[in-house]
């Protein structure tokens, strides 16, 4: 199994800033070579939708056009741990947001990526 535990969410203004993180762990992850970690994000009634990805080396970044120049995703593989930056946040950038993991190269879809954290809410007030 994997354990993925996020922190970080929270209420900020427009323009403002947060960081998010996601820290690994659980039996099945140790065994994972070659991973990749991914933000997902969900509106109320709505798709999760990709926001960002990480390869294993942290080599190779991946983002939706609505956050790329404004977020920044990297990892920690020492503390198995991933991060979003989030900076000049929209309103529209109120959802829950989710991190993901699958042992691989870095997908888009969320259908490929087996192991889920809770999820953490994050609140852009206009």
């Known amino acids: 199994q994997v354990q993925l535990v996020e922190s970080g969410g929270g209420l900020v203004q427009a323009g403002g800033s947060l960081r998010l993180s996601c820290a690994a762990s659980?039996?099945?992850?140790?065994?994972?070579?070659?991973?990749?970690m991914g933000w997902f994000r969900q509106h109320p009634g709505k798709e999760r939708e990709f926001v960002a990805g990480?390869?294993?080396?942290?080599?190779?970044?991946y983002y939706a056009d609505s956050v790329k120049g404004r977020f920044t995703i990297s990892r920690d593989n020492a503390k198995n741990t991933v991060y979003l930056q989030m900076n000049s946040l929209k309103p529209e950038d109120t959802a829950v947001y989710y991190c993901?993991?699958?042992?691989?190269?870095?997908?888009?879809?969320?259908?490929?990526?087996?192991?889920w954290g809770q999820g953490t809410q994050v609140t852009v007030s206009s």
């Open positions: 993901a993991v699958r042992n691989g190269p870095i997908y888009t879809e969320s259908v490929y990526y087996p192991y």
């Open positions: 990480v390869n294993w080396s942290g080599t190779s970044t």
């Open positions: 659980g039996r099945t992850f140790s065994s994972y070579s070659m991973y990749s």
